[in-house]
């Protein structure tokens, strides 16, 4: 997308990551503190949590399952938009770590996978609406603006 003088926006050295709902959501709520990849990354540093527009059964079904177990506001968790921010410090893989049961819930700490240790969590005071992407990519400055304004 371009600005009126057929600009296009420029990237923000703030990078963002799309999850699906009810996992990005459950960061942002402090319940979940590893995401679980099947790559790693050698990043460290901020990272905006993107929940992206899918929601299948599958994922609602989920959402009912943790918000009755953990977190009511699970079941309506917003879509399309960045939820939070957190800081990556370290990237392990999963039979390295040791998680708690409610961690274990929301990742999948299977073999040949990593999980990304997040900390310094903050749920945005309003989500942002953005379009996600596969990986991770970095943000146009305009949203990182306005996720750094909602914090």
């Not at 371009?2 to 990237?11: E, I």
């Not at 901020?46 to 009511?72: N, S």
């Not at 938009?81 to 990556?88: D, L, N, T």
């Not at 708690?100 to 005071?125: A, H, I, K, M, S």
Request: aromatic content about 12%; proline content about 6%; charged content about 25%.
């Amino acid at each position: 997308m371009n600005d009126l003088f057929g600009n296009a926006p420029q990237p923000s050295k703030l990078k963002a990551i799309s999850l699906w709902q009810p996992w990005a959501s459950a960061i942002a709520f402090g319940l979940k503190r590893i995401e679980t990849r099947s790559w790693s990354t050698p990043y460290r540093g901020v990272i905006a949590i993107h929940a992206a527009k899918r929601w299948t059964a599958d994922e609602r079904d989920y959402a009912d399952m943790f918000a009755d177990r953990y977190d009511t506001r699970l079941r309506n968790a917003p879509r399309g938009v960045i939820v939070a921010v957190a800081r990556i410090v370290d990237c392990r893989r999963t039979e390295c770590l040791h998680v708690c049961e409610q961690e274990y819930d929301f990742g999948n700490f299977g073999p040949e996978r990593y999980g990304w240790l997040l900390d310094d969590v903050r749920e945005l005071r309003e989500p942002v609406p953005c379009r996600g992407f596969q990986s991770m990519w970095p943000l146009d400055q305009g949203i990182a603006d306005l996720v750094n304004a909602r914090l």
